[in-house]
């Protein structure tokens, strides 16, 4: 009798162990938390493709656990992002918001054009429109540089739009030729008083001559 009892209840056990096993793993396979979806927004529907096919090695992630680090790492690797914010949606979405960058002048690096952009990046991608407008780098630059220089153009009082090259020199200084043909001879230092200056001349006068040079410490040279 006890022997019976005994082997009813392997028996109970064998098929409750089974039953559980079956539907733990039916809740696994069917986790509502995997990452099924991502909306991205801010990059044309060609970049967007890219992106979602970088974000492929998370789908199906668990929304709680997704790897912020590995994410970001994915997002940061695009040339066209500036910013970026994640929301999560429950139970099984990702939104992501981007700022897209602005680029800003085209650099020639041994041999092969790259635009630069504002988030320090560079790409050889010329379907962007309106790359033709941008001003051309000579000479060797570091792309932190161009962006210091960027920066103190866009405090001296000069529009961006309006310059056609930068000339770049071994010794550390630039030219800047503008759309309306004057060329701005600039020293090494003190660069975003004497733009500021220089801007104020122009500006104030009726201006015809062709040549502004600042090179030498507190002077101002007009030339044809």
């Not at 220089?198 to 040079?213: A, M, P, V």
Request: hydrophobic share 40%.
């Amino acid at each position: 009798m006890l022997q019976r009892k005994s082997k009813k209840i392997f028996i109970y056990l064998f098929f409750f162990i089974f039953f559980a096993t079956v539907n733990n793993h039916t809740i696994l396979n069917s986790d509502p938390f995997k990452i099924k979806n991502f909306y991205i927004s801010g990059l044309d529907n060609y970049y967007q493709k890219g992106i979602e096919n970088h974000l492929y090695n998370i789908e199906k992630s668990n929304i709680f656990f997704v790897n912020k680090e590995t994410l970001k790492i994915l997002l940061n690797s695009s040339s066209m992002i500036e910013t970026f914010h994640v929301f999560k949606i429950y139970p099984s979405t990702l939104n992501i918001e981007i700022k897209k960058t602005n680029f800003l002048a085209k650099l020639n690096i041994d041999g092969d054009i790259f635009l630069i952009g504002t988030n320090g990046k560079l790409t050889d991608d010329f379907t962007l429109s309106n790359n033709e407008k941008l001003p051309f780098i000579f000479g060797n630059v570091k792309v932190e540089e161009f962006l210091e220089i960027f920066s103190i153009i866009n405090i001296s009082g000069f529009k961006y739009e309006n310059i056609k090259n930068f000339f770049f020199y071994k010794s550390g200084r630039i030219d800047l030729e503008m759309e309306d043909n004057i060329l701005l001879k600039l020293p090494k230092d003190d660069l975003k008083n004497v733009l500021k200056n220089i801007h104020q001349l122009i500006s104030i006068n009726k201006f015809e001559k062709k040549i502004i040079d600042a090179r030498v410490p507190n002077q101002i040279i007009l030339y044809d």
